[in-house]
């Protein structure tokens, strides 16, 4: 029986072991995901005022034209 208790231990300390393993490695993981989000989400905030000032752009352009069209 003390030979059960024995590799009983010595099984449940490698599960531990492999458990802690997995989670360092997730909580790496889920450090390294919130940076590129972080960035990600700069990364969009640009896009948007890039698109923002390209309608804008557009627009003046659309009504320009529309005055020298209807002015002729």
Do not use: F, P
């Not at 492999?18 to 889920?30: A, G, M, R, T």
């Not at 972080?38 to 352009?61: P, Y």
Request: net charge neutral; proline share 0%; charged share 25%.
């Amino acid at each position: 029986m003390d030979q059960n208790n024995g590799d009983l231990l010595k099984y449940r300390n490698e599960v531990l072991t492999h458990l802690q393993y997995i989670k360092e490695k997730v909580d790496s993981n889920h450090a390294h995901l919130e940076r590129v989000n972080g960035r990600l989400r700069e990364a969009e905030k640009s896009i948007s005022a890039i698109k923002a000032v390209g309608t804008s752009i557009t627009v003046a352009i659309t009504i320009v034209l529309t005055w020298l069209g209807i002015s002729e």
